[in-house]
């Protein structure tokens, strides 16, 4: 399984958003509208990731939107203001992931479709899968995306509409941090739940990228606090609406 994006729910524009890591030497760009959930967002890929920076845009659709990862978002907004939300992973068989889960005894959402309006009109379109569970402070257990085409063919697309540039395909999340109450108890049920692997007693591994999780020794929150982005030039940490970026 592959880290597919990020979420980090964010209270400025889009295109502030976009504009302010170009500033920094990152290429983002304004991603499109969730116009089902009243929601937008701007985007920051990498060779097989993304960052997905989301804002609420109408929020008369978005407190009636009743969806896993939005109400998520608009919790954590309403009790602590920006920041990180959780990860999505990907998968080629959503549908075989969604059925095994639920002959464990583990409930989920079921397959859900969704699609997003590009800034260009081209509608892009995935199904999503997550675990049913309270929202709350505690971590939440990551969701699950298919998208419509093979990842060959999106990248292609990406790039072909200004999305991904050169730069883009040189940067790598090696890490996302996690600080939870108990990170044993985290670590022991997202590995039965989703067969990953093991690499220490904090480390949990991904294809493309390390899941690390650490005591939570201050904030009232689980959540991931910290990712760690290769290939850049920047070479810094940097703190953006709540959320910690380290580019090595």
Same mark, same amino acid.
């Given at each position: 399984?592959?880290?597919?994006?990020?979420?980090?729910?964010?209270?400025?524009?889009?295109?502030?958003?976009?504009?302010?890591?170009?500033?920094?030497?990152?290429?983002?760009?304004?991603?499109?509208?969730?116009?089902?959930?009243?929601?937008y967002n701007a985007?920051?890929?990498?060779?097989?990731?993304?960052?997905?920076?989301?804002?609420?845009?109408?929020?008369?659709?978005?407190?009636?939107?009743?969806?896993?990862?939005?109400?998520?978002?608009?919790?954590?907004?309403?009790?602590?203001?920006?920041?990180?939300?959780?990860?999505?992973?990907?998968?080629?068989?959503?549908?075989?992931?969604?059925?095994?889960?639920?002959?464990?005894?583990?409930?989920?959402? @079921?397959?859900?479709?969704?699609?997003?309006?590009?800034?260009? @009109?081209?509608?892009?379109?995935?199904?999503?899968?997550?675990l049913q569970e309270?929202?709350?402070?505690?971590?939440?257990?990551?969701?699950?995306?298919?998208?419509?085409?093979?990842?060959?063919?999106?990248?292609?697309?990406?790039?072909?509409?200004?999305?991904?540039?050169?730069?883009?395909?040189?940067?790598?999340?090696?890490?996302?941090?996690?600080?939870? @109450?108990?990170?044993?108890?985290?670590?022991?049920?997202?590995?039965?739940?989703?067969?990953?692997?093991?690499?220490?007693?904090?480390?949990?591994?991904?294809?493309?990228?390390?899941?690390?999780?650490?005591?939570?020794?201050?904030?009232?929150?689980?959540?991931?606090?910290?990712?760690?982005?290769?290939?850049?030039?920047?070479?810094?940490?940097?703190?953006?609406?709540?959320?910690?970026?380290?580019?090595?």
């Amino acid at each position: 399984m592959y880290l597919d994006h990020i979420v980090h729910s964010v209270k400025k524009e889009p295109g502030e958003v976009a504009g302010e890591w170009i500033e920094k030497g990152i290429h983002a760009v304004v991603g499109g509208q969730h116009t089902q959930w009243g929601t937008y967002n701007a985007l920051l890929y990498t060779k097989t990731s993304y960052i997905e920076w989301l804002a609420v845009e109408h929020e008369e659709i978005t407190k009636m939107a009743k969806h896993p990862l939005i109400d998520l978002m608009l919790h954590d907004l309403n009790s602590s203001g920006a920041g990180f939300n959780t990860i999505c992973i990907r998968t080629t068989t959503i549908d075989s992931l969604c059925n095994q889960l639920e002959e464990r005894g583990i409930k989920t959402s @079921g397959v859900l479709h969704a699609e997003r309006k590009t800034t260009s @009109g081209l509608v892009r379109k995935w199904k999503m899968l997550f675990l049913q569970e309270e929202i709350s402070n505690d971590l939440p257990f990551p969701f699950f995306i298919e998208w419509e085409e093979s990842d060959d063919t999106r990248y292609h697309l990406l790039q072909e509409d200004g999305t991904i540039d050169k730069s883009n395909l040189e940067l790598s999340i090696t890490t996302c941090e996690f600080h939870v @109450g108990n990170p044993r108890e985290v670590m022991d049920k997202w590995k039965s739940y989703f067969q990953l692997i093991e690499k220490d007693e904090q480390t949990l591994l991904l294809e493309n990228t390390q899941l690390v999780f650490k005591q939570n020794l201050s904030e009232t929150k689980e959540r991931l606090v910290r990712i760690n982005i290769d290939g850049s030039n920047l070479h810094t940490e940097v703190t953006y609406e709540q959320a910690t970026y380290r580019f090595l």
